[in-house]
């Protein structure tokens, strides 16, 4: 049951903060940034140097459940290439786990330990290998290759998809992606840029703030329409 209620947490939340960085302090003060903006799906990648630092450290002060969900983050392990990654970041307190790509047995020991698994795809072929595997959530990487159109397209076929681009989505198309039929969106670069550029993390925060209400805004729940 925690499993199905991760999946629904995560497509309420609507937004996935894919965080990179050169430390995993770094990547926790960036994490703790978006959480107070209003991002509560944190994705650490493994491309982190010590990333297992940063997921255990975020999954110690933050953690959900279906019985308290005050000040709580969803945190997740990105970048995973293969199953061992996926158990090291499990162990350390990943909650899902994503992938640039399907790579079957990483699918198959998610499903084994019942931990939401979100592989990325490209086509319609991978797409559907990664449901037949048992995909929870397709990550359709790279986002920036396509259009919120895409979404149509791929449901043609394949209606039972859950569809998260990721890759190219901003501020401007957020919106466009949600109303498309995408269960979630995961940002990347422009949520962290300006922070890393200015040295100041606060403005990760303010941009997650704005990802939030595009989001809300999006799916018909804003206040501030």
Known sequence: MKKLQLIQKIADEG?????RGDTPEQVVEMAEQAIAGGIK????TMTVPFALRAIETLSR???????DSSGFAIIGVGTVLDPETARAAILSGAQFVVGPCLNRET???CNRYRIPVMPGA????EIQEALELGADIVK???GN????SMIK???GPLPQANIMPTGGVSLDNLGDWIKAGAVAVGIGSDLTNDALKHKDYSLVAKKAAAYKEAFLQAKGLSQNK
């Open 107 to 109: 699918v198959m020991l």
């Open 122 to 125: 490209m086509t319609i072929k």
């Open 145 to 148: 290759l396509y259009d919120p």
């Open 41 to 44: 799906v944190i994705e650490v």
């Open 15 to 19: 937004v996935v903060a894919v965080l």
């Open 140 to 142: 359709l990487f790279p």
């Open 61 to 67: 002060k933050y953690s959900w459940n279906s019985q």
């Open 153 to 155: 397209a791929i449901r």
